[in-house]
């Protein structure tokens, strides 16, 4: 190969690993958005449940669990779609995490330094 194709192949790999590198910004975005609007949700979800039980409190009456239960349930969903996000996010931004307590590992770590774990890579 030439000079001037051995440098334009170059070129071009290093195009595709910045665009790939800004595909992964784009999902990164993406993804924050996905998790704020999750946050907002549950902030109105706590909302709810503070009017209802005041409603309640409010009245002397009893509170409704079953009610409330679904709620809780529904919070409970967005937060562990927000924490698989925020695992998407670690992902593509290429940090490592250890399994068992999900903390970052460097990319040479052979064992997790606070749990133990041996790591696959
Ligand atoms: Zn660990």
């Given amino acids: 190969m030439g000079l001037m194709n051995k440098l334009s192949s ?16 784009i999902e990164i975005s993406k993804l ?31 509170i409704n669990r079953i009610e409330l239960v679904e709620l809780i349930s ?9 924490s698989s996000l925020e695992k998407l996010i670690l992902n593509l931004k290429g940090v490592n995490l250890c399994e068992a307590c999900e903390i970052e590992l460097d990319d040479e770590a052979k064992y997790c330094p606070l749990c133990g774990k041996r790591l696959k890579n």
């Fill in 74 to 82: 529904e919070i409970h969903g967005l937060e562990e779609d927000i």
């Fill in 10 to 25: 170059s070129m071009s790999n290093t195009a595709k690993s910045f665009s790939k590198v800004s595909n992964n910004m």
């Fill in 32 to 62: 924050n958005l996905s998790i704020k609007r999750r946050e907002e949700e549950i902030r109105e979800k706590f909302e709810e449940i503070g009017q209802y039980v005041y409603g309640r409190l409010k009245r002397m009456n009893m």
